[in-house]
């Protein structure tokens, strides 16, 4: 028993990271105190800078105009080169050209058509038109903490 407890110990000062899609050229530092440079991760990745906790890193070398990749999409471009293991910031990245939001697809995968349903209820509305409804409740959160702050203001 005490070796699996050492173990987990020393698991748990291991350098540790997430990668969220597998097209992307960063990763998270998931440890409490950050990584400090020279860390080596486990698939033998080695930071050049201290990587704070929630902090990305590079994956590769990133050229200057580089697609910085997250979640499987560009969130940004490279202003100047990033090495790889570098901590990965705002202020070195361009943020990608939002599209007007009228050239957007109203869906991006038109699903397979269902059978009807029989034999449910739902709790709803009935409409003048004899449609039905919901009343809805609309939700915005953020994906990142670091942008809290404009959430509050948005909203």
């Not at 990033?82 to 939002?98: C, F, H, K, N, Y």
Request: aromatic share 6%; with cysteine.
């Amino acid at each position: 028993m005490r070796g699996d407890v050492m173990q987990l110990i020393e698991h748990a000062d291991s350098p540790r990271s997430i990668r969220l899609h597998a097209r992307d050229n960063v990763v998270i530092v998931v440890n409490d105190q950050g990584v400090p440079a020279g860390t080596e991760f486990p698939d033998g990745l080695v930071t050049v800078d201290f990587i704070p906790q929630s902090h990305k890193v590079t994956l590769e070398d990133i050229p200057e105009g580089g697609e910085i990749i997250r979640y499987g999409q560009t969130i940004g471009y490279a202003l100047a080169p990033i090495p790889r293991g570098s901590w990965v910031q705002e202020d070195q990245l361009r943020m990608p050209t939002a599209p007007p939001l009228d050239s957007l697809p109203l869906s991006t995968e038109v699903p397979a058509t269902q059978a009807p349903l029989e034999g449910f209820t739902f709790e709803g509305y009935r409409n003048a038109d004899g449609t039905v409804g919901t009343r809805n409740i609309l939700g915005i959160t953020t994906t990142v903490q670091c942008v809290t702050g404009v959430l509050d203001h948005a909203v």
